[in-house]
Structure formats: structure tokens, C-alpha cells
């Protein structure tokens, strides 16, 4: 396990996000419009994998937001200056539980579920019923429903 960044996120409470990789620029644009209904002081915690959940990790840590980013594969070499002043002003945590170059369908169900076991929330996005997310939300719905949001 590789750990960079700030430690005491993990025990903050979050919210899990997991967004469609098909998911369009319009719909994290909904997404982020959402987000600021949510207080300022909620860390979010997910795999920030898709396009669109990077998206909403970047605009979360541009705008003075906190997050967990957990990896199915090895922490990335360089990090964005998004990421870099997040680290260094203590906002932002990222977990590695693999070291290896690319992640696979196994380390990404692992992280999802480590996301979604650690969040007080869990938000979907854009789910299709052929999406790999799809299974993985009705499993989660079926344990805690009343803590699944689902935008679309």
C-alpha cells in the first residue's frame, strides 16, 4: 500500500462519488451543480478513474475542496498542480493498494467498494444498465439504500 497526503482525511466523513465513464461534459457540469449544495468542510472519496470523476475531483481541488482518491494500480509519477497544492495544504489523500502499472476490473471493484464502505453518502451519476458500474450500484443499493443518491 502506497499513502501520500494527508492522513486524517481517512478518518473524516465523506461522500463516495462514482460517475459513469460514458457520462458527458454536460452531466459532471449537473454533478458539480449539485456538489455545492454540500457543505464546504465534505471530503469525497472515490477511484476519480472516469473522465468525468476526474473532472469533478479537479474542480473539487480547485476549489478548496477535500478528497480521498484511492488507486487500483500504483500512485501516478507526477501530479497536477491541482493535486500538488492540495497535498501541501492538507486537502487531499490518495491510496494506492496495488503496485502495478494499469489497474484491472478486480483492483477496481476493490477500490469502489473500499470507497463505498468508508462514505457516510454514496452519489452515482449517469449509470447505464450495461455499465460496469451498474451491478455494483444495485449491490450497494441493496445494502444501504437510504444512503445512495443517483443523478442522472
Known amino acids: 500500500m502506497e499513502i501520500l497526503g494527508?492522513?486524517?482525511l481517512w478518518e473524516e466523513p465523506k461522500i463516495a462519488i462514482f460517475i459513469s465513464r460514458k457520462a458527458k461534459k454536460e452531466f459532471v457540469q449537473k454533478v458539480i451543480e449539485w456538489m455545492k449544495s454540500v457543505p464546504n468542510d465534505v471530503c469525497f472519496i472515490g477511484p476519480f478513474h472516469s473522465q468525468a470523476e476526474k473532472c469533478f475531483l479537479h474542480h473539487v481541488l480547485q476549489n478548496g475542496g477535500k478528497a480521498v482518491s484511492l488507486f487500483g494500480k500504483s500512485l501516478p509519477e507526477t501530479l497536477s498542480r491541482e493535486e500538488d497544492r492540495a497535498i501541501d495544504e492538507g486537502r487531499l489523500l490518495l491510496v494506492s493498494f496495488f503496485h502495478r502499472e494499469h489497474f484491472n476490473a478486480a483492483t477496481?471493484?476493490?477500490?469502489?467498494?473500499v470507497a463505498a464502505s468508508h462514505a457516510k453518502a454514496?452519489?452515482?451519476g449517469q449509470i447505464s444498465y450495461d455499465s460496469f458500474l451498474y451491478p455494483f450500484y444495485k449491490r450497494i443499493c441493496e445494502k444501504r439504500k437510504d444512503d445512495v443518491k443517483l443523478i442522472s
Not at 477496481?108 to 467498494?113: E, H, K, S
Open 122 to 124: 454514496i452519489l452515482f
Open 6 to 8: 494527508n492522513r486524517k
Open 108 to 113: 477496481n471493484r476493490l477500490v469502489n467498494d
